[in-house]
Each structure stands twice: as C-alpha cells, then as structure tokens.
Antibody, heavy 122, light 111 residues
Framework: QVQLVQSGAEVTKPGASVKVSCKTS????????IHWVRQAPGLGLEWMGR????????NYAQNFQGRATMTSDTSISTVYMELSRLTSDDTAIYFC????????????????WGQGTLVTVS | QSVLTQPPSVSGAPGQRVTIFCTGN?????????VHWYQQLPGTAPKVLIY???NRPSGVPDRFSGSMSGTSASLAITGLQAEDEAEYFC???????????FGGGTKLTVL
C-alpha cells in the first residue's frame, strides 16, 4: 500500500534551518507530486508548496518563497523540505502528502499523508 | 486568516445532522475548482473524507456528503456518532494566489 513515512521530531534554534524527509513506498515515486502542509499548535492547515519528484520542479506558497526548499532523491523515493531562518512562529507539525492522481493538476486532493514531523523552534 | 472561511465549531447530539460551510470567492470555489474535505482526529494526520464536492473514498460512510453553490461548499453529516468528533477542513485551489488553500478548520463536538 502507499505509505509516506517522515523523519522524527526536531528541536532547533531561531535563525537555524531544519530539513524534514518524507520516504515514500508502494507506488511509482516519479508519477505523483508531493505537497507539504504545516499545522501550528492548535491552528489550521497551511499549504507550503509542492514538488514534482521526477523533474524537481517546485511551486511555493508566497509566504515561503525564498525560505523553503523542496528537493527529491529518486534513488531512494524520498522528498525533503528544508526551511531556513527559523523563528518561533515556525513551530509546527509539518506534513508531506501525495496527490491523489498522477499529473500536475491542481484539482487533485491529498491522499495519503505522512504521519507528521514536529519541529520546535526555541 | 484563511482564504476559505469555516465556522470555528459546530455541535450536535448523537443521531442529529450537522452542516459545515466553507466560503470562498471567485478566485477559488467560485472559479470552479474542486473542494475537498478532510477529517483530522486528535493527534493524527488529516484524512480525505470527501473529494470533488461529493465523492467518498471507499470506507467513508454515506452519512457524510458534500455539496456546493456559487462560492461556497458544505459538508453534511447525518446520524451523528461519537466517533465523528474531530476537526474538519475544506481545501481548494486559488487561481489568484496560485496556491492550494485550506479553510481554518471546524471542530465538531458530539454532545
């Protein structure tokens, strides 16, 4: 079955960077975009961007342009999200999620999701 | 401030019906982009509940249904059960922002 398994919790300092991994299995890695979504404590979902694992092409939300970098490693079916210049406002659970069908369409829903990675900036 | 607007909370007694609304504008829902609904149980990742306005993945009971009108969409839950207590999010795409957008989430309490 399709699975997305994320790296473990991180504690980091303001001004530093953090890199979260999302290892996928159970499907053709290069066929489906992966999105990143974060959720601050007690708050809603915030879309960060997406990556085409085959080409490495990315689309970022305006709030994360220049600060988030999404990459992929096709040899191990893993995508990464690195966020730099961290502040306490970046404390959140970060989720990766696969789109529901192949292609670049914005109509796709997100399914399945990784288990989430808690990043604490303190 | 979320692009899509949802009520922060709704509640209902077991067996009742509740409806959660998701209001957008002409750049997202009103532009014809699909609306999807997710259920998030405490401490877990969101899970798709309804996709493309009113389609249910296998395993989702038909007590859950979606609809849309103009710049809004709604999620209806009939025959409320205790296990439905969760946070519900709507999601669409915004052509002006060129971004996936979410509602702020609605916490459903089963009384």
């Amino acid at each position: 079955q399709v699975q997305l398994v994320q790296s473990g919790a991180e504690v980091t300092k303001p001004g530093a960077s953090v890199k979260v991994s999302c290892k996928t299995s159970g499907y053709t890695f290069t066929g489906y975009y992966i999105h990143w979504v974060r959720q601050a404590p007690g708050l809603g979902l915030e879309w960060m961007g997406r990556i085409n694992p085959k080409s490495g092409g990315t689309n970022y939300a305006q709030n994360f342009q220049g600060r988030a970098t999404m990459t992929s490693d096709t040899s191990i079916s893993t995508v990464y999200m690195e966020l730099s210049r961290l502040t306490s406002d970046d404390t959140a659970i970060y989720f990766c999620a696969r789109v529901s069908f192949a292609g670049s369409s914005w109509y796709a829903w997100l399914d399945p999701w990784g288990q989430g990675t808690l990043v604490t900036v303190s | 401030q979320s692009v899509l607007t949802q009520p922060p909370s709704v509640s209902g007694a077991p067996g009742q019906r509740v409806t959660i609304f998701c209001t957008g504008n002409s750049s997202n829902i009103g532009a014809g982009y699909d609306v999807h609904w997710y259920q998030q149980l405490p401490g877990t990742a969101p899970k798709v509940l309804i996709y493309g306005y009113n389609n249910r993945p296998s395993g989702v009971p038909d007590r859950f249904s979606g609809s849309m009108s103009g710049t809004s969409a709604s999620l209806a839950i009939t025959g409320l059960q205790a296990e439905d207590e969760a946070e519900y999010f709507c999601q669409s795409f915004d052509i002006t922002l060129s971004a996936v957008v979410f509602g702020g989430g609605t916490k459903l309490t089963v009384l």
